[in-house]
């Protein structure tokens, strides 16, 4: 699918960044626990959240606010806005937690993508 579509399936906000993954390959794989209550489809018999798999192919990531982001191995990061700037490119807001006891960091990145596939178990 491509960025369009992915948003008007997900609601990123509230959403938790477990896993970061990138491969030489420029693709970026996101394990998230997606928030449940922000979704359009929410039903109150649903968990809070639930556990799905991004892949990003052929991507890009640039750090809008300088600040020398490239991804993360250790922590979570915990979703804060997140908008579609056109049909290839999305606009991903976060805090950054990398649990040594600093505190979290806000991180403003764009990721450019020509097709995003997801592990869903809803769909």
């Avoid at 906000?13 to 030489?24: D, Q």
């Amino acid at each position: 699918m491509n960025v369009h579509d992915f948003f008007e399936r997900y609601i990123l906000y509230g959403a938790i960044i477990t896993s970061w993954n990138w491969a030489e390959s420029h693709r970026l794989v996101l394990e998230v626990d997606l928030s449940n209550l922000n979704q359009r489809d929410y039903s109150d018999i649903d968990p809070d959240f639930r556990p799905i798999i991004i892949s990003l192919n052929r991507c890009s990531v640039s750090d809008t606010l300088g600040a020398g982001f490239d991804g993360f191995t250790a922590g979570d990061a915990r979703i804060i806005a997140a908008d579609p700037i056109d049909f290839e490119s999305f606009k991903l807001v976060f805090m950054h937690d990398v649990y040594d006891g600093g505190g979290e960091k806000l991180i403003s990145i764009a990721i450019g993508s020509a097709s995003i596939s997801v592990v869903d178990e809803r769909f």
